[in-house]
């Protein structure tokens, strides 16, 4: 019998539990079948079996850009950018279930279609699931900024992160980052400007407009920290 895959780095996240409310439990049932992508495993929850690789057009039933925002919350960013570009197809990777459940009454309210989620690790995504030049854009906003230094093995943005970004981009894709915490968004600007398949302009980015003000950024900003924006290019022929 073959033993079983355990990961061997730190993850980026804490599995939270979280039962789902009715009306969440309404949209999964009514929704998930069609908007939630059924990703095989490959050993711990959320892993993603390294020979399934995502058939785009096939999930979405169009052939269209692609954009992926990773760690989608409860998709008040991503039902707002599905909502304002129909002609994109977007997907969410988020491992808080009730939170693509809450996606998913957001989708249903606003009927929007075009969003499918998967609840994945989302650098095993990057790594083998999304095929190569793949994706239009690639957006993480606000990820947890493991703020105590002994956790900081855990933040999601680091320079082996940045190859698997590099990896799925199109050439000219952009990487799109945001955060509330400055240490984290120093380390930020030095991961993408010590990437050499990134063209950046070497310091933080406006905010990016076609984001929302969604909780997490008023939660900062009611707390006094700056919102710094981060961005790249892909300059992979």
């Known amino acids: 019998m ?11 996240f804490t599995r939270r539990g979280g039962r789902l409310t009715e009306r969440q439990q309404n949209a999964w049932d009514w929704a998930a079948g069609t908007f939630v992508i ?52 977007f997907l969410g990777l988020e491992v808080y279930v009730p939170g693509v459940a809450q996606t998913l009454v957001t989708m249903r309210h606003e009927r929007v279609t075009n969003i499918r989620m998967a609840v994945v690790n989302a650098p095993e995504a990057l790594q083998t699931m999304l095929p190569a030049g793949s994706v239009r854009e690639l957006r993480i906003w606000f990820p947890d900024p493991w703020h105590k230094s002994r956790h900081h093995k855990r ?25 509330d915490w ?4 120093e380390q930020m600007l030095e991961v ?14 406006p905010r990016f407009e076609g ?19 981060v961005s790249a290019v892909s300059s992979t022929p």
């Not at 993408?192 to 310091?203: D, M, Q």
């Open 38 to 89: 059924d990703v095989p495993g490959h050993g711990p929850s959320t892993s993603v079996d390294p020979s399934f690789v995502l058939d785009a057009p096939a999930v979405f039933g169009r052939t269209a850009p692609l954009i992926v925002e990773i760690g989608s919350g409860r998709g008040e960013a991503l039902v707002h950018a599905a909502n304002e570009h129909p002609d994109v197809n």
């Open 211 to 229: 984001r929302p003000l969604t909780r997490f950024e008023v939660k900062g900003m009611d707390v006094g920290r700056e919102i710094r924006d």
């Open 182 to 185: 400055e240490d984290y968004a």
């Open 155 to 179: 933040r999601l943005i680091t320079p082996e992160f940045a190859k698997l970004a590099v990896r799925v981009l199109e050439p000219g894709g952009t990487l799109r980052l945001a955060t």
């Open 2 to 12: 073959e033993s079983p895959a355990y990961r061997t780095s730190p993850v980026s």
């Open 192 to 205: 993408v400007n010590g990437e050499p398949a990134l063209l950046t302009s070497g310091t933080y980015a």
